[in-house]
């Protein structure tokens, strides 16, 4: 999956599990907003993969658990499409304007015969969504989701994986310049909405941010965005400060974690505008 740096070990704790060591990109801080969006996803209760920084031979990263795990295999959200959108290219990953909110929908209606099923799985990638829309995560592309599936003595049982691979967030690309100079401008909010994520609106539309994705989808899939909207009374500016402090400082810089702070409050009041 993507074309990043990373490898799979095998932890020494006892019934050790796999996880992906990821090395970020240099001048970014892909690992440690791994890890913040893990822990602001926990705050919500929103299911994700475990993350955890890390370091090898020297070099620092972030270590995502496996969670295909018990006989579950991931099927990639490309795969899903190309199977219930007819023309869906799997293989176009990037500027893939087919890959829209209505043809996930799609994708969920053809995994999931019963409706009470595919509501639930509709419910939860809203879920997902709205996490992408505090943290900023520009890069919800169609690898970047997914289900599990696994063989059951009556056939196959599935469900939405968890919200994985969230490195392209909160400013991680910034250099330290630039960030003071957006929290100096107050341009911090100009900058979540030039934002452009990985999920379109309408097939051959404009890319928009995460945070405008959700704006758009609560007004024509309320039903969906309702309980993940409910789950921000979790969050608060005081939490979010404290979980940004516990990235140790010398893995992320003054600014990039008031850029952070920042970026995620300015992205939690403009989803509270959305509540009912």
């Known amino acids: 999956m993507g074309s990043k740096r990373k490898f799979w070990f095998r932890s020494n704790e006892a019934g050790g599990r796999d996880w992906l060591f990821k090395y970020p990109r240099p001048g970014t801080g892909e690992h440690w907003a791994e890890k913040i969006a893990a822990e602001v996803a926990s705050a919500l209760r929103i299911r994700h993969a475990r993350v955890d920084l890390a370091e090898f031979e020297g ?3 972030s270590a995502t658990e496996s969670f295909a795990r ?15 959108v007819y023309g869906y290219d799997p293989k176009q990953r990037f500027g893939q ?15 999931f015969v019963h409706p009470g099923a595919a509501r639930r799985a509709k419910t939860t990638i809203a879920q997902y969504l709205v996490l992408d829309a ?36 909160m400013g991680r690309e910034l250099q330290n ?33 995460p945070l405008e994705l959700v704006r758009r989808s609560v007004d024509n899939h309320g039903d969906y965005f ?7 009374r979790r969050l608060d500016a005081v939490t979010v400060a404290a979980i940004v402090d516990r990235i140790p400082d010398d893995w992320m810089s003054a600014p990039a974690r008031t850029f952070a702070v920042a970026l995620l409050c300015y992205n939690l009041n403009e989803l509270r505008n959305l509540v009912p």
């Open 97 to 111: 304007s087919s890959h829209t909110l209505g043809n996930i929908w799609t994708a969920m209606d053809y995994a």
């Open 134 to 169: 505090i943290i900023g995560n520009t890069d919800r592309h169609h690898e970047n989701w997914g289900l599990l599936r696994r063989r059951t003595a009556v056939g196959w049982q599935a469900m939405v994986a968890p919200s994985f691979d969230h490195a392209s967030s």
């Open 70 to 84: 018990g006989g579950r295999e991931l099927h990639h959200g490309n795969d899903l499409l190309e199977g219930a």
């Open 59 to 61: 070099h620092r990263g």
């Open 177 to 209: 310049t630039r960030r003071e100079r957006l929290l100096t401008e107050n341009r911090v909010g100009s900058y979540v909405e030039r934002g452009r994520g990985g999920i379109y609106w309408e097939e051959d539309g404009p890319q928009i941010s």
């Open 226 to 232: 309702s309980s993940a909207l409910a789950r921000l």
